[in-house]
C-alpha cells in the first residue's frame, strides 16, 4: 500500500494547519538515538544538574521508544509573529525571552489535542511528548525534513529561523516520510558572538552552566557573573536567537514591545500566589514566585530607574533572607555602598547569612 502524505491524511480527517504550524515525518524504526550525546553533556557536567531529559538519556534520547510505533510526527509551532522580537526595555523595566510571553505551547498543545482526538477516533494508537522529560523533543527535526540544528543548538527552519516551538506524535501508521534538506549554519558564527557569557564557546554545545536561560530557571544561588550578565532580563534569554539570521526579518528597527516588558517593581511588590498564576506558563522552580521576584531584583539592579534604590530601601526589612541578599547586591551595582551597611546592621546584625553575604560583596566593592 503506498504511504499517505501526512497533511492530506489530516485534511481528509477535517483539520487543517494554519502557516504557524510545520508537519514532518520519519519512519520507524529510525536506528536515531540521541542517548549517547544527553549523556555525554551530563558526564562533562554542561547540564548544570538539570533532572528533565538528563534523567534517563537512554529512553529521553531514544528514537526507537515503541515497537508499535511505524511514524515519529513532528509538528513545530512558529511563535514569531508579526512584530521584531524586542532586547530593549526603559529603565525599571525587565525583558521576558519571546517564546513566555504569552503562552505558547498553549496552541501547540491544541493542535495536538486535536490530532490525538483523530488518530482516537480512527482507532489508532498514538503517543505524544511535548516539553516531557521523557522525550528529547529535536530528535527527529532534521529526520522529518524540518531544518537542521544550529551552532547555538536551537533546531532552525527557513523562513521561521529558531522561533519555533517542538512535539513529537508516535503513531502507529506508516506515513509517506518527508525529504531530509540538506541545509546548515555555513561560517555564521553570530549566535556565539552575541551570547554575553560564553555558553555556546563550543559551536553546536550549550554549557548550562553558563546559560542565563538557565538560570533564570534555577532555584541556586545565582553567581556575581552571571547577574551582571543577566542585564534586563527577568525570564528566559534570546540573544542567540535575536542574533541568528534565519529567524530575522529584512528590516531590523529597535522596537519596544510591551508584550516582552514587565515594570520590575510591580512584580516584586505583587503577591505570590497572583504572580504564579499571572505566569502560568513559566518553569518557576517549586512553584515559588520568590524566585521571579529574585530575577526582578537582578534585572532592577541592571537596568534601574530613578525610584530603584529608595525602592530596595523600602522593601528591605520585609523581604525574606533569600531576596535581602540580592537587593544589597543591586544596591551595591548602584553606588549605595553606606545604604547597604545601615540595612545590614539595622535589621540583620544577627543573622549570620545576610553578614557573610554582605562580606562578600564588601570584597566585590573593593
Ligand atoms: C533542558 C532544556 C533547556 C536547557 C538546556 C538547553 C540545551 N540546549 O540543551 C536550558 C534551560 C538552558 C534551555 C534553554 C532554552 N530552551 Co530549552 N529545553 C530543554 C529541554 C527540556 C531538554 C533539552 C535537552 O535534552 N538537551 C540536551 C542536549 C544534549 O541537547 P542539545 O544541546 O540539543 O544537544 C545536541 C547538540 O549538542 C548536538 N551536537 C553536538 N555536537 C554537534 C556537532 C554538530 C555538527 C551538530 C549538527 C550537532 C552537534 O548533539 C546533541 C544531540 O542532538 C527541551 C525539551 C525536551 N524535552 O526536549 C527544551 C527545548 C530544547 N528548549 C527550547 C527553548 C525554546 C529554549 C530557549 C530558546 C528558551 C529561552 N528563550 O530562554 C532556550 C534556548 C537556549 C539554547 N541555546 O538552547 C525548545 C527549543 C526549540 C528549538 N527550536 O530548538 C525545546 C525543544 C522545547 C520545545 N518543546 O520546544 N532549555
Ligand atoms: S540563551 Fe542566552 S545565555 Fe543561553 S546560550 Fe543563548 S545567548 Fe547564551
Ligand atoms: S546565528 Fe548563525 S551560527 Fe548561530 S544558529 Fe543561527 S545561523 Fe547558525
Known amino acids: 500500500m503506498k504511504d499517505i502524505n501526512v497533511i492530506n491524511f489530516f485534511e481528509e480527517n477535517n483539520l487543517n494547519f494554519s502557516s504557524k504550524f510545520k508537519l514532518g515525518v520519519t519512519n520507524l524504526p529510525s536506528n536515531l538515538d540521541f542517548g549517547k550525546e544527553i549523556n555525554d553533556i551530563k558526564i562533562d557536567e554542561l547540564h548544570a544538574n538539570m533532572k528533565f531529559t538528563f534523567s534517563n538519556p537512554e529512553f529521553s534520547g531514544l528514537g526507537d521508544k515503541f515497537e508499535w510505533a511505524k511514524s515519529a510526527i513532528l509538528l513545530t509551532y512558529n511563535y ?6 524586542s532586547m530593549f526595555t526603559s529603565p525599571g523595566h525587565g525583558q521576558i525571552a519571546r517564546f513566555a510571553e504569552k503562552d505558547y505551547y498553549l496552541p501547540l498543545k491544541n493542535k495536538i489535542n486535536e490530532i490525538e482526538q483523530v488518530f482516537e477516533n480512527l482507532n489508532i494508537k498514538f503517543k505524544s511528548f511535548i516539553d516531557n522529560p521523557n522525550h528529547y523533543d529535536r530528535t527527529f527535526f532534521v529526520s522529518s525534513g524540518l531544518g537542521w540544528q544550529g551552532k547555538s543548538t536551537m533546531m532552525l527552519t527557513p523562513g521561521s529561523g529558531p522561533w519555533q516551538l517542538l512535539a513529537t506524535i508516535y503513531v502507529d501508521r506508516k506515513f509517506k516520510e518527508s525529504e531530509i534538506k540538506n541545509y546548515s549554519c555555513g561560517e555564521c558564527n553570530l549566535c556565539q558572538i552575541s551570547c554575553p557569557t560564553g555558553a555556546l564557546n563550543s559551536e553546536y554545545k550549550l554549557d548550562s552552566n553558563k546559560c542565563i536561560s538557565y538560570w533564570l530557571q534555577s532555584p541556586e544561588v545565582i553567581p556575581y557573573e552571571i547577574r551582571n550578565a543577566i542585564g534586563n532580563k527577568f525570564y528566559g534569554c534570546d540573544d542567540c536567537l535575536t542574533s541568528c539570521p534565519p529567524g530575522q526579518n529584512n528590516k531590523n528597527v529597535v522596537i519596544f514591545n510591551k508584550n516582552q516588558q514587565v515594570k520590575l517593581e510591580d512584580i516584586i511588590k505583587e503577591d505570590n500566589e497572583k504572580l504564579n498564576k499571572t505566569f502560568y506558563w513559566f518553569y518557576i522552580p517549586k512553584r515559588d514566585a520568590e524566585y521571579l521576584k529574585r530575577n526582578a531584583i537582578i534585572a532592577l539592579g541592571n537596568n534601574p530607574d530613578q ?3 529608595n525602592f530596595l ?3 528591605y526589612p520585609k523581604s525574606s ?10 544596591l551595591v551595582k548602584s553606588g549605595n555602598n553606606d545604604l547597604c551597611k545601615n540595612l545590614v546592621e539595622l535589621f540583620d546584625s544577627e543573622d549570620k547569612s545576610i553578614k557573610k553575604e554582605y562580606e562578600k560583596l564588601k570584597v566585590m566593592i573593593s
Open 313 to 315: 530601601e523600602q522593601i
Open 321 to 330: 533572607s533569600h531576596l535581602k541578599i540580592y537587593i544589597l547586591w543591586a
Open 80 to 85: 514569531k509573529n508579526k512584530t521584531q522580537p
Open 307 to 309: 525610584n530603584t534604590s
